[in-house]
Nanobody, 127 residues
Framework: QVQLVESGGGLVQAGGSLRLSCAAS????????MAWFRQAPGKEREFVAA????????YYADSVKGRFTASRDNAKNTVYLQMNTLKPEDTAVYSC????????????????????WGQGTQVTVSS
């Protein structure tokens, strides 16, 4: 198990940028696939991006591809989400998630694949 704490959310104008961070506890961070999900009011939680545990392969939802970049720093036990060219439809609570040694393009996109979740951080994009 890992404990996850997100930070970096806030209010930004459309077209602006934010960088989210997710700090993880424990000494086995490098063995976890890390992901970002978001949930807007009245909507289901949706996949945003993921970084795999051994190769560092990144995966993105089509809606954020080319605008968002996920990365990880195993020395700092932290995963990041750099969000550029933000749009009002990006407004949501963003949460990070972790799963021990998970592989697969399909699995990393599923909410049910993850058993460790942070509390979330609010991102609001004004038009």
């Amino acid at each position: 198990q890992v404990q996850l704490v997100e930070s970096g959310g806030g209010l930004v104008q459309a077209g602006g940028s934010l960088r989210l961070s997710c700090a993880a506890s424990g000494r086995t961070f490098s063995t976890y696939t890390m992901a970002w999900f978001r949930q807007a009011p009245g909507k289901e939680r949706e996949f945003v991006a993921a970084v795999s545990w051994s190769t560092g392969t990144t995966y993105y939802a089509d809606s954020v591809k080319g605008r968002f970049t996920a990365s990880r720093d195993n020395a700092k036990n932290t995963v990041y989400l750099q969000m550029n060219t933000l749009k009002p439809e990006d407004t949501a609570v963003y949460s990070c998630a972790a799963k021990f040694k998970m592989w697969g393009t399909v699995l990393v996109r599923r909410t049910t694949s993850y058993d460790n979740w942070g509390q979330g951080t609010q991102v609001t994009v004004s038009s």
